[in-house]
């Protein structure tokens, strides 16, 4: 079957098989190899893109509902200002160690400052509540997005 979907900003049409995952199309027929494969059970959270704006694990989402939607992945969101802060504050505070869990950790943190530019620490605990990191401890994920909150408010 013949999916139609827009992708970081461009409109991608891919023939799947429809049990493939949104994660499959992606990294195999896209090469957008930026979203990682983790747990492939929608655990971990390194798989997480944005499907119209909503933080999804990719692994778990089914390539066929992507027909007519938008999806960003962390490649898109180097082109976003909001995802190109976040990004350099996960850098200089320490927050990348391994970077395997990064890309996900990018796409939920946009969609979460998106919707709320200035969260609690508790409102930006609970929506990472679905991302593991194996190697920061957290804490230089949650300076990260601290950083970014205070850098574009002081805007």
């Known amino acids: 079957m013949d999916v139609t979907f827009t992708v970081n900003g461009r409109q991608a049409e891919v023939e799947i098989d429809p049990a493939e995952t949104l994660l499959a199309v992606l990294r195999d027929r896209l090469r957008l190899t930026g979203t990682k ?3 492939n059970e929608g655990e971990c959270g390194s798989c997480t893109v ?3 704006g ?3 694990d990719s692994c778990i989402y089914s390539a066929a509902a ?3 939607r938008s999806v960003e992945t962390v490649e898109g969101l180097t082109t976003d200002e909001l995802g190109r ?3 350099d504050a996960f850098v200089a505070a320490g927050g990348v160690q391994c970077g395997f869990c990064t890309p996900g950790f990018i796409a939920t943190l946009v969609a979460v400052l998106r919707e709320n530019p ?3 620490e508790a409102e930006v605990r609970t929506a990472l509540a679905g991302n593991i990191c194996r190697c920061t401890g957290y804490s230089q994920i949650l300076d990260a997005v601290a950083a970014t909150v205070s850098g574009r408010n002081g805007r």
Do not use: A, R, Y
């Open 37 to 39: 494969e983790g747990c």
């Open 54 to 56: 909503l933080p999804l």
């Open 66 to 68: 992507t027909s007519g």
């Open 50 to 52: 944005l499907v119209d």
């Open 85 to 87: 802060d976040l990004q």
């Open 118 to 120: 200035s969260p609690s």
